[in-house]
């Protein structure tokens, strides 16, 4: 035991020893300590005092050891200290005679380096020192010195003028003395090298020498500040590109957003000098910051990268005013201009090759009979331009709403007596032969002649312009008496929806990553199961895990909470398994939601495609593959979903692919709107059969009307014994005559907003009228599509579910409202904004979709453009039935009030308290019928409004009530 100790505590010392000096002290001072200590114990005083002082002396003896190496070391820095201090002092002649010597030794030996030797040496000296022992301390510094001769040797190059063959080395040592030079050591250098390379040679290799030796003296390599200060020169380069490629598309988005600002100005064709005078005045400001005016007139109308740029000329006076307009913003006026510019062209053509601006006026006019509203418009001209002439004009003036006043170059004012927006400058150039309408709002110049409007007829064909030459010979006025034929249905264009960006952020990692967790933490809570698959969709990314054997799939769906947790997800939805697959799908939320652009969805193949006129584009599935379905199939769909989840905007989608798909020929739309904001929109629209009806009660009378069109509809299937629709079509088609026009039957779409409040104000007639269309009306070609809010059982009842069978389940609040719409839990975890679950008849699962978005403005844009281009087509049978319904819906009448009125009011009275609950328990009627008897009685002034969740008010006495009764 005593060995082992002795042993422990001579190995510590040791290892003290190396780690520190301080450390080897105090472990000596305590085994001195416990020596004499242990001595002590032992009782031995004479052998404890030699002992102690053996121990002393052996202690000295160490320290002394110890102390040694490190003076020395400090006196060898000192004196190299010194010396260095000596010979740079002597390099300054400030150390006399000695020192002189010295300094010519030096300078000798080294020539002008002498300067740096000293210190030189002294670093040489500590770095020794410091590195004592290493050999390759020695070898880098021998290196280091030979690097200093090599340096010596490039002096003696440079302070060459002619390499001397004859000189020694001793000449170079007394020449390097006293002049510039590289001392004797240069000399060797150069007597080494001169010879054989030359001067080039030499410094060549005396260079790379000097490199390399620096190199291995300092460990340092030389080559990578290079390749850093090329790799900075790289990036900076680089930055700069990216800064001016910013700039450039910066001012390219600049130029973009200010031709978008440009609106048409004016267009001015005016001819006379004195005005163009004016206006070459004007125009620096009209032109300021416009791309490349140009001069003098264009061959054709100039047309540019989304714009248009016209310019007009008349009898070679350039009047410059340019036409800008920006085709995606305005793409109607685009047109228009487009299309004016055109004839302005065949005009001027005709005008130059006939000399007769008169008639050509009458050509051009009948060659567009597409504008539509027309005016005939007479006039006389001034006396200015007919030389004191009366000339009495007509000319077609097509619709353009922006103009306000049309006053002519040479002052005259026209006024429009129909409506003075309903004019085109451009057109109304034709009537002035040849002199031009400068168009100004608000303003007149002068008046010396006037022109009438008269509403007319639009120019068809040869036999109108006859009749026009004919009038205008007699110099009379005829407004038109032919009815107007229906403009032909133009579609949409696609620019006036948004498209939505191509680019997909990559995700891989982030999923990757997701994939992992999910995987860890079922199999922390023992649930082993694989990720086999990942689709991602535009709002949530489904991640399909295959259980390992013997995993019950009902143990990942109660871990949902915990999924959640880890994967710090909003909500999850699990499809335990996914139909048709042996996986069960977690459907993550996305962190970031991508809209899914209605444009993107119609200009798909499979819209486009699609055969069917009621195709609806839905949006994207989980996959991201576009969901494209056919109303006509469904036959009847069911929109539910919680406020702000997004029924409004899925609405617009369907009337709006209808709209891009089918004529109103085709596709017939009635629209019931009680919120009276959303679907009013529409009015206007060629596809609507009636105003969109607002009215609650009017809409229990369109529903009805579409019962009887249906029922209309049987028999004449009945009379050409057909089945359907289709084959109706079909079958007139092929019976009409030579020269008859079959008219098929149009599809009929009958969309209710908000079928809750329709069932409100008319339950029973309204449930009656659905459930008869929903049974029947399929083969008739009606369809009907009915949104709500509430998914309560009061308003989507047993008989609407069970004749509908598509739904669309929006976000809603809870399982309950979930199971009301699709029979099934699951639309309470949709995330709203879109989000939803398609349900059509036919799918054995529902089917999770995000849904296609149109913005408001879009919807706009796109009946504005159907409104302009082609004139509503409103049923006047329809309308007129509508109006007649209206009053005897059998909810309002006093003859149809229910029997349990008067037993109901006296109730009320009596308890003070008006509910519909209570009436329901008392009278053991349902919801419906106890709602429509407080209806009657708040008709009746019984009691009060509704007040929300308040309780009505009972506003009568009993006395009061039974005098009304009476
Ligand atoms: N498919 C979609 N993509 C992206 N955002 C959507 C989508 N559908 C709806 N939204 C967003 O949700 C908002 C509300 O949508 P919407 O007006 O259709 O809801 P709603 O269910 O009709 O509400 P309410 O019943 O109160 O009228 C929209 O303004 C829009 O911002």
């Known amino acids: 035991m005593e060995v082992f100790l002795i042993y422990a505590v001579h190995r510590r010392r040791r290892l003290g020893r190396k780690r520190s000096g301080g450390n080897i002290v105090a472990s000596t001072k305590r085994k001195t300590t416990s020596g004499s200590r242990s001595g002590s114990r032992k009782g031995a005083p004479a052998k404890k005092t030699a002992s102690g002082a053996k121990k002393r002396s052996a202690s000295r003896n160490t320290k002394e050891e110890r102390m040694e190496p490190a003076i020395k070391k400090e006196l060898v820095i000192l004196v190299s200290l010194a010396i260095a201090v000596l010979l740079f002092c002597s390099n300054l002649h400030w150390c006399g005679s000695m020192g002189e010597a010295l300094y010519r030794i030096m300078r000798g030996l080294f020539g002008i380096l002498a300067y740096i030797v000293p210190v030189y040496l002294f670093l040489c000296v500590c770095f020794l020192l410091s590195n004592k022992g290493s050999g390759r301390a020695v070898l880098r510094t021998i290196v280091s010195f030979l690097v200093l001769v090599v340096i010596c040797g490039i002096t003696s190059l440079l302070a060459m003028k002619e390499f001397d063959s004859a000189m020694t080395l001793g000449d170079y040592y007394t020449q390097a003395a006293e002049t510039f030079g590289g001392g004797l050591f240069g000399g060797l250098c150069c007597k080494l090298l001169y010879p054989g390379l030359g001067m080039v040679g030499s410094y060549v290799i005396l260079i790379l020498l000097a490199a390399a030796g620096l190199v291995f003296t300092t460990e340092k390599s030389i080559l990578n500040p290079i390749q850093k200060s090329g790799r900075k020169v790289y990036d900076t380069a680089r930055e700069d590109m990216a800064r001016r490629h910013e700039i450039h598309a910066a001012k390219a988005e600049e130029r973009k957003r200010y031709r978008a600002e440009q609106k048409i100005r004016g267009v001015s064709l005016d001819t006379s000098v004195g005005d163009s005078e004016k206006k070459e005045e004007k125009r620096p400001e009209k032109r300021n910051g416009r791309p490349n005016p140009k001069e003098g007139r264009p061959e054709t109308a100039d047309v540019f990268t989304g714009h248009i740029q016209g310019m007009v000329e008349q009898d070679g006076t350039d009047t410059e005013e340019a036409v800008y307009i920006d085709e995606e913003a305005e793409p109607l006026k685009a047109s228009r201009v487009k299309r004016t510019l055109t004839e302005l062209e065949a005009l001027d053509r005709e005008e130059t090759e006939e000399g007769n601006p008169l008639s050509v006026d009458y ?98 064909g040869g036999k109108q312009g006859g009749s026009e030459e004919q009038d205008r010979a007699a110099g009379a006025v005829q407004p038109a008496v032919k009815k107007k034929p229906p403009r032909p249905y133009a579609k949409p264009p696609m620019n006036l929806l948004k498209q939505g960006s191509k680019k997909m952020k990559n995700r891989d990692a982030e999923l990757r990553e997701t994939a992992v967790k999910l995987q860890r933490t079922l199999q922390n809570f023992g649930v082993g199961v694989t990720v086999t698959n990942i689709s991602c969709g535009p709002s949530v990314t489904r991640y399909e895990l295959t259980p390992e054997q013997g995993v019950k799939v009902s143990r990942i769906v109660s871990l949902t909470d915990d999924i959640k947790l880890n994967l710090a997800a909003a909500d999850v939805r699990i499809e335990a398994p996914i139909p048709g697959k042996s996986a069960v799908g977690i459907e993550v939320p996305n962190q970031e939601n991508m809209t899914v652009f209605l444009r993107d969805v119609i200009e798909s193949e499979e819209f486009k495609k699609h055969p069917s006129r009621l195709a609806f584009a839905v949006g994207r599935d989980i996959g991201g593959q576009t969901v494209v379905t056919d109303l006509a199939r469904m036959p009847h769909l069911l929109i539910a979903g919680a406020t702000g989840s997004g029924k409004s905007v899925c609405i617009n989608t369907l009337i709006m692919s209808i709209l891009y798909k089918a004529d109103p020929a085709e596709v017939k739309l009635i629209m019931v709107d009680p919120k009276v904001v959303e679907l009013s929109v529409y009015n206007g629209i060629p596809h609507l059969m009636i105003p969109v009806v607002t009215d609650p009660k009017k809409a229990a009378g369109a529903l009805n009307w579409a019962v009887a069109e249906m029922t209309d509809r049987y028999k004449k299937f009945a009379e050409l014994n057909v089945r359907d629709l289709k084959g109706y079509n079909e079958r007139i088609k092929e019976d009409a005559g030579e020269g008859e026009e079959a008219v098929p039957l149009p599809q009929l779409v009958i969309i209710v907003d908000e079928l809750s409040d329709l069932m409100m104000v008319a339950p029973g007639e309204v449930e009656d009228a659905i459930c008869r269309l929903a049974q029947m009306a399929r083969a008739a070609g009606i369809h009907l599509v009915l949104a709500t809010q509430r998914p309560s059982v009061n308003v989507i009842t ?82 007129s039935r509508l109006s007649t319904s209206s009053g005897t819906d059998g909810t309002g009448g006093t003859d149809e009030r229910d029997v349990y009125f008067a037993d109901a009011g006296r109730f009320i009275i009596e308890k003070e308290k008006a509910s519909i609950g209570m009436l329901q328990r008392a009278f053991k009627v349902g919801f419906n019928r106890a709602a429509r008897i407080m209806d009657q009685l708040a008709e009746a002034g019984v009691v009060g409004e509704e007040e929300g969740t308040k309780p009505r008010k009972v506003l009568m006495t009993m006395e009061e009530f039974q005098d009304y009764l009476d």
């Open 363 to 460: 050509e051009s006019a009948r060659r567009q009979p597409e504008f539509g509203r027309q005016f005939v418009m007479t006039g006389t001209l001034g006396q200015a331009e007919t030389g004191g002439q009366e000339e009495t004009e007509e000319v077609q003036v097509p619709f353009e709403e922006d103009v306000k006043q049309i006053v002519t170059a040479n002052g005259k004012i026209i006024e429009v007596e129909n409506d003075p927006t309903e004019v085109d400058p451009l057109t109304a150039k034709r009537a002035s032969s040849g002199t031009s309408i400068f168009r100004e709002e608000g303003s007149a110049r002068g008046s010396s002649g006037s022109v009438r409007f008269t509403e007319g007829q639009p120019a068809a």
């Open 798 to 879: 047993g008989l609407i579910k069970a004749n509908v069978p598509s739904r669309i389940a929006f976000s809603v609040s809870s399982g309950v409202d979930s199971r009301t719409i699709i029979d099934m839990n699951g639309a309470e975890k949709l995330l709203g904004k879109g989000d939803m679950l398609f349900y059509p008849s036919g799918y054995q699962k529902p089917v999770r979709v995000q849904g296609a978005f149109v913005s408001d403005e879009e919807v706009s844009k796109v009946v504005k453009y159907l409104t302009d281009h082609t004139d509503a087509d409103y049923s006047q049978e329809v309308e």
